[in-house]
């Protein structure tokens, strides 16, 4: 017999009740998930560690704010995006007027250790050039390509969390996919 | 099929979204055109390596961070600011809670405003007073004319005709006015 495993609306509903247990589950499900979708934004791990910890934390204060009109994980993502997004353009902002961040390039393209010991360190060529036309995205094909291709999100879901119509989100993976190829292309 | 429609159907091929009709033209393109082979190829490349990027994990300190930033919360370390937007009257929504209110406040003034509840109408008592006397003394109720305070009306001339005669430009005299033309 297949086990009943609790969907992600359940526990909200549960943490909505008082029930703090549901809420270490939901922190559980998704921390390593919003980790890898923050990270690719802001490459930086430990900001997107702490931008997880506010997300979850918005969670925490505003738990009331959920309504199962939509998935649980389309409003985490939502909560997520909208605080990496904020949290670009900062940086963006400090790198245009701070001297001492000239050597924040240094770093930006890194991969980063994984935290499970067994993992190997990933640093092909072809890997690193990927990263860093990734990063040269505008923000709203990168923002596509990260959900759809490396966090594996519908269109459906995708369109939810972004805000804008079916169509528009496969127009812009599209143009955000050929525009990778072409900067990969470049790079070789 | 030109190369500015492959390149536009590329995610939907690789979707499997294409009608067959579609399909069939895509794949004879892309056996012609070497050029958009080629970025299909480099465009499938690199969908794999996306998908085989390296899984960040959390800290091992991840959760007693969060859980600090819980009960710095808990424990009311937050900015004013911060407990205003979080702050839930009746259990709604700070927006709609603030929206009610100010509804309730709009509508409150505006009923004031529109029916003066809080001014009596004013009554002249003196002068109802007087007017009730002389009608009372009058024969034809009809023939009260406006009185200033303290004033009584001459009916000499109301005397002289006979009820549900007068003629209404007769004029009337006030004893305490002069007459007027």
Partial sequence: ?188 | MKCYDFEAQISAYIDGELKPTQRKDFTLHRQDCPECAGKLDDIVQMLQTLHELPVVQTSEDFMNRLQKKIDDHNSGKTSIWQRIIQFRPFGLDPIPAFGFAAAIVLMTISTFMIFDLDRPPQVDFDRLTARQAMLNEASDPLASPPLTAGATLDTTALDSVAPGTRPYDAPIHLVNQPSSP
Avoid: C
Avoid at chain 1, 11 to 31: H, M, P, S, T, W
Avoid at chain 1, 131 to 141: C, G, H, T, V
């Fill in chain 1, 1 to 188: 017999m297949a086990e009943y495993r609790v969907t992600d609306e359940e526990l909200i509903a549960r943490f909505q009740d008082g029930d703090v247990r549901a809420y270490n589950e939901i922190v559980r499900r998704y921390k390593d998930k919003l980790l890898n979708f923050v990270y690719r934004f802001l490459n930086d791990i430990d900001k997107a560690e702490d931008l997880v910890q506010d997300t979850f934390l918005k969670v925490y204060t505003h738990k009331y704010s959920y309504q199962e009109i939509a998935k649980f994980s389309t409003w985490l993502y939502t909560i997520a995006g909208n605080l990496a997004r904020t949290e670009l353009r900062k940086l963006k902002r400090r790198k245009t007027f701070s001297i001492s961040d000239l050597s924040y390039d240094d770093h930006e393209y890194e991969i980063p250790m994984v935290h499970d010991p067994g993992d190997h360190v990933e640093s092909s060529h072809f890997t690193r050039n990927l990263q860093k036309a990734m990063n040269e995205l505008p923000p709203d094909f990168k923002t596509m390509i990260i959900l759809r291709d490396i966090q594996e999100l519908s269109y459906e879901d995708i369109s939810r969390i972004v805000g804008v119509p079916i169509g528009t989100v496969k127009s812009r993976i599209n143009r955000g996919r050929l525009k990778l190829q072409v900067m990969l292309r470049k790079n070789k």
